[in-house]
């Protein structure tokens, strides 16, 4: 092999070679020290052990109190994840038909909300839904009494749409840009009505726009922290909440390091269940 060879094969991973040892040093070695954590021992009277157990991982995958909140936890995120896909895909899909200049007008409207903090923006929601917010002086005014929204699934679900809508919207709108506008217009001159056409030729085209809006929205959700501790209160906890909790309040950092592993581990189960399912029925659509 000449030097000038041995020269181009290295010069590919040289090049990645920061950007492997960034990744390295902000991603996987938090989780690496994460994951030894949640092996020590804890005691409440000194703290962290040098030891090590399994008992941070029997304690949570055999407690129900922390089945129903990993189970709260994935059931609204899969419902936000399904709402924003309602809201989303259609909007992306007028998105890309609207010309300049309202194209970038809208767009810039769908991203404004990443702009604001979402402690902010949870903070928003609260006044809103709160017992003397806009909402409940509205269903007063109209002879509906007070209704309870804040504190419950329904204002953290409505405050998780409201955030994670701009990541459903962008990948399906990135989709739909290579979605040529003749091909709809061939399938209605040969007959086929609007839903056939949605349907036959926009939906396959969409479903990895979909699918990475879905991957996205279902693992924000499910790690989000500022929106169900704003909105849901201290009874209506979420995992990421109890991992706070254990870590600042009861200071069981081992229990804390555990569930967070434990989160990871069924986030990415789920996901990539659901990558496979969409993307052998995207396959099995193409052909």
Known sequence: MS??????????????????????????????????????????????????????YLTVLTDPYYYEIFLRTFRLSALTTLI???????????????????RSVFLLVVLAPLLVSVVVRAFGWSML??????????????????IRLLYTETAVVVALVHVMVPFMVIPVWTSLQKLDPAAEQAALSLGASHATVLRRVVLPQVLPGLLSGSLIVFGLAA?????????????????????????????????????????????????????????????????
């Open 3 to 56: 030097a000038a060879t041995a020269e181009g094969r290295l010069a590919p991973a040289a090049m990645v070679l920061p950007a492997t040892i960034l990744f390295a040093g902000l991603v996987l070695t938090p989780l690496a020290l994460t994951l030894i954590l949640s092996f020590h021992v804890y005691d409440h009277a000194t703290g962290v052990q040098d030891a090590w157990t399994l008992g941070q």
């Open 84 to 102: 924003c896909i309602v809201v989303g895909a259609p909007e992306a899909y007028v998105l890309s038909r609207m010309r300049s200049p309202w």
């Open 129 to 146: 839904l709160g017992p003397t917010g806009l909402v409940n002086e509205a269903t007063q005014a109209l002879g509906l009494g007070r």
């Open 223 to 287: 790690s989000s922290f500022a929106i169900p501790g704003l909105l849901g209160g201290r009874r209506l906890k979420m995992v990421a909440t109890v991992v706070y909790d254990e870590y600042l309040s009861s200071l069981n950092w081992p229990l804390g390091a555990a569930i967070a592993v434990i989160l990871l581990v069924a986030n990415l189960a789920i996901m990539l269940g659901y990558n496979r399912i969409v993307e052998g029925r995207y396959r099995k659509t193409l052909g």
